[in-house]
């Protein structure tokens, strides 16, 4: 081939192109200009500015209107006690559970306040969950270490943080206490250094089962290894939180300082005196997602803390049955656990749940527009946190327009430790109530018996109230 008929084969060189300034993949010294000069040119950025520099974005987003709209009044209101506080601790669950069962045994006794213990229920939730854990190890010895699976039992196996299901399958198993027969200790209230180190031991014992089963030890010989296992565990958490009584003696006065005393067990204190019928208790959910038809029950793999306790299970419903059955509840007298993510757009100080009483998107000249949908599927919303509805305003057309919400916090934020949660706040942050089932409509109770979906380890509705 000659070099002249070489170089009509020959493609020509391609020109690159010229890529627009305002398309560029950097951060060009153009760009930085344009937003400079967008930002200088409104006053009231500058006026925004002053105020964030000065006072923190969220002081700055306060609408003071909507702080008077959302009164600490309510036409449904129940007496439950003086407000919790679970300190430095991820026990929201355990303390809403609890202030839900504390308020039976108040009015057995007709007492002005009393509360139950968390630290019970805490040694034996990190217990359990440290057996649930190596259980779930010995059930997944041949999965990748690398892989998703691993991942996901590795990264926090005893956390604090649980779901009313969890909570109910321990009291079927441990009864409660009054807090007096097992006080808060140092490391009930504030928890991270018992997590540290049981959390060290439980992927030392992954580590072991695993090197073990690989070397070809038996089922019966690597279960004999994890019996030592939890052993130690037992160790560590009565150094830690003291011993759990088998049997107590409790004293105390009523509202006539009449004096009693009670001689009991856990289970049968929880059977004679709270005696709530857990299993009439459902869990209802508002996933408003693709991925989970309403009208279908819902479990999620892995997520519990009982080996042979029952997995969690919930009934997805739109969020007006939420309100509708929590409303039923309360007005019957009895207060409802439900679960929400309570950073989103609240005022800690107030003690709010508003989404008009924050308005970042005022101070900052855009909007934030992701729906409830949106929110759970791209990671922004999920259920992290615990509380007890005891109250609830009905306004004049029927439906309700603000609820009181029993936090576990302390006394220093809200009225006395009680906040207010606006009906608006409900729909779009509120994800799971639990309800007896004698308020739910016959059509819901059916719905219940349902085979569950399993849901994905890692599933927005496997997250843990803390």
Not at 163 to 176: E, I, R, S, T
Not at 230 to 247: F, T, W
């Amino acid at each position: 081939m000659s070099t002249e008929q070489k170089k009509k084969n020959e493609k020509p060189a391609r020109v690159p192109a010229t890529v627009p300034a305002e398309l560029s993949p950097s951060l060009t010294a153009a760009m930085l200009t344009q937003f400079e000069q967008d930002f200088s040119c409104k006053s009231a950025y500058a006026s925004a500015m002053n105020a964030a520099v000065k006072n923190g974005i969220g002081a700055s987003c306060i609408d003071y209107e909507e702080t008077r709209f959302c009164q600490n009044n309510f036409s449904v209101s129940l007496d439950a006690g003086e407000v919790t506080n679970q300190k430095q601790s991820g026990r929201c669950w355990m303390f809403a559970a609890l202030n839900t069962m504390r308020q039976r045994v108040m009015k057995k006794f007709k007492l002005k306040n009393m509360e139950l213990s968390q630290s019970y229920p805490l040694f034996w939730d990190k217990l359990e969950k440290s057996n649930w854990f190596l259980e779930n190890i010995l059930s997944t010895l041949d999965e990748p270490l690398e892989g998703r699976i691993m991942h996901h039992l590795l990264a926090d196996p005893v956390a604090d943080g649980g779901q009313w299901d969890m909570f109910a399958d321990l009291v079927q198993k441990y009864g409660v206490i009054p807090q007096e027969a097992m006080p808060e200790s140092f490391d009930s209230s504030a928890t991270k250094d018992l997590t540290k180190y049981i959390t060290l031991k439980l992927r030392e014992g992954a580590m072991r089962l695993r090197g073990e089963h690989a070397q070809g030890k038996s089922a019966a010989e690597l279960r004999l290894l994890k019996n030592g296992m939890m052993n130690e565990i037992y160790r560590i958490l009565c150094i830690s939180l003291g011993k759990p009584p088998a049997a107590f003696t409790w004293e105390t006065r009523d509202k006539d300082d009449k004096f009693i005393r009670i001689t009991s067990t856990p289970q049968e204190f929880f059977k004679k005196y709270v005696g709530m019928k857990l299993d009439d208790y459902v869990s209802l959910i508002n996933a408003p997602t693709k991925d989970k038809p309403f009208y279908k029950t819902y479990t999620v793999r892995f997520l519990g803390n009982i080996a042979g306790g029952k997995p969690v299970r919930y009934l997805n419903l739109p969020i007006d049955e939420l309100k509708k059955a929590a409303c039923a509840q309360l007005s019957a007298g009895e207060s409802v656990w439900f679960g929400s993510d309570v950073q989103q757009w609240f005022l800690k100080t107030e003690g709010l749940l508003s989404i008009k009483a924050v308005r970042p998107d005022l101070l900052f000249d855009t909007v934030f527009p992701l729906t409830k949908e949106q929110r759970l599927d791209y990671r922004e919303s999920l259920m992290t946190h615990a509380m007890t509805f005891t109250g609830v305003n009905i306004a004049d057309d029927g439906k309700p327009n603000r609820w009181r919400v029993e936090n576990s916090w302390g006394k220093d934020v809200g009225k006395e430790g009680y906040w207010v949660m606006s009906d608006e706040w409900f729909s779009e942050f509120t994800y799971q109530v639990v309800i007896n089932k004698k308020y739910l409509t016959k059509k819901q109770r059916d719905m219940l018996e349902q085979k569950p979906i399993e849901l994905a380890p890692w599933d927005p509705m496997g997250s843990l109230a803390i």
